[in-house]
């Protein structure tokens, strides 16, 4: 099944077994752009299947008001970079109806799905991850599902669940993401992270489509002999601190990845609340490895995306750059190899630089032997599109 049909099929059961339930938002009634509810209107007439206008203020609003008298509210923003109109109605009113009315009313029957992530062709209006927002938001849920199975299971979670929750869907997996999904009910556990490979040198961390890239990242570590214990965090907010905690306290070092912007990123969130959760176990400074401070560009989307070799450049410099490789060697699952550290380091110096965070190297410094062809300024520097475009 693919995710996009493990969706479709999530939201049959979910109106066949609550009555209650609604889904509505822009084109849902043929299906929606990604076909997620193909079929639905046929099979449960149009009071439970509602076309709404263009208008995400007023399709949240009305879940809003539907959730308020006890039904099920399951709304479709046809793409995440459109919630931005609904925000306050998400923010100011979904999200703080059950505390102003202190515990008296909720809204927690209401769903928000959301397509977000790069496509590969998106641009800045079709590709941006905005779950940080969101999850600055207290009396919240946001869930990010990487696959087809996990979709079906979060997804009918999330509605069950007696919050108000935004679902947010990778929507470059809704074709790629092929898998085993059971056709029957079943939920998996919200704010729980998976760990999904056990690792003893670093932990790894992403959520929805780039937990893949992070896998990807992973293996070609571990052809060079570094253990990486990989987990899908799944749940933004509230997020599993313990399951990182634990799994850093064991490897002492961190990396987190998302396609959302470095700066204000949930990835900032784990970093600090694991530094000071394991200030004395960790071994290296925390890798954020993220997209771009720019909008979402549409010609340079491979340069803004921290894709596979920038993700194992992190994670390898986390290992060596500020201990050397010399003394860390040793304390691997397997011998890295000895030019890993030199390389990771001038990577990582690169970086600092490109970042304008290192000024005083000049062009002819040992460390940045080897890297002046350019490559890596482009992997790691954004200059093209580096926020001296963006602000005045």
């Known amino acids: 099944m693919t995710m996009f049909a493990a969706i479709n099929d999530a939201l049959r059961v979910a109106l066949q077994t609550d009555p209650s339930a609604v889904v509505f938002g822009e084109d849902v009634a043929f299906g929606g752009v990604f076909r997620c509810t193909t079929g639905l209107l046929d099979e449960f007439g149009d009071d439970r299947v509602l076309n709404m206008p263009i208008n995400e203020q007023g399709l949240v609003g009305f879940g809003i008001g539907m959730a308020a008298v006890g039904g099920t509210a399951i709304a479709e923003v046809q793409f995440a970079d459109y919630i931005f109109p609904a925000m306050d109605q998400i923010c100011n009113e979904a999200a703080k109806f059950r505390y102003r009315s202190g515990g008296e009313f909720d809204v927690g029957g209401l769903t928000i799905r959301a397509p977000a992530n790069a496509v590969g062709h998106g641009g800045h209006y079709h590709s941006q991850s905005p779950e940080a927002y969101f999850a600055h938001t207290p009396g919240l849920k946001v869930v990010y599902p990487r696959d087809a199975y996990t979709a079906k299971g979060l997804l009918l979670a999330s509605i069950r669940d007696r919050n108000p929750t935004i679902f947010f869907e990778p929507k470059r997996l809704y074709r790629a993401s092929v898998q085993d999904v059971p056709i029957g009910d079943y939920t998996l556990p919200l704010g729980v992270a998976e760990v999904l490979r056990v690792g003893t040198d670093i932990t790894c961390v992403a959520w929805g489509a780039q937990v893949h890239t992070m896998l990807a990242a992973c293996d070609r570590a571990a052809a060079e002999g570094i253990s990486c214990e990989a987990i899908d965090l799944a749940t933004v907010a509230p997020w599993d601190m313990q399951t990182i905690r634990e799994s850093v306290l064991k490897t002492g070092r961190l990396m987190v990845t998302h396609e959302a912007p470095l700066t204000a990123g949930f990835a900032a969130e784990i970093a600090a609340t694991i530094q000071k959760e394991c200030f004395l176990a960790l071994e290296a400074p925390i890798a954020r490895v993220c997209g771009a401070d720019t909008p979402f560009p549409l010609a340079f989307e491979k340069i803004y995306l921290p894709d596979e070799l920038k993700v194992w450049l992190a994670g390898s410099c986390v290992l060596s750059m500020l201990c050397?490789?010399?003394?860390?060697?040793?304390?691997?699952?397997?011998?890295?190899?000895?030019?890993?550290?030199?390389?990771?380091?001038?990577?990582?110096?690169?970086?600092?630089?490109?970042?304008?965070?290192?000024?005083?190297?000049?062009?002819?410094?040992?460390?940045?032997?080897?890297?002046?062809?350019?490559?890596?300024?482009?992997?790691?520097g954004h200059t093209h599109v580096g926020p001296q475009t963006v602000l005045a």
């Open 324 to 380: 050397g490789a010399s003394s860390i060697r040793g304390s691997l699952s397997h011998p890295l190899p000895a030019s890993t550290g030199v390389r990771c380091h001038q990577a990582h110096m690169w970086l600092l630089i490109a970042r304008g965070a290192v000024r005083d190297v000049g062009p002819t410094d040992p460390e940045l032997t080897g890297l002046r062809s350019g490559h890596l300024w482009v992997l790691f």
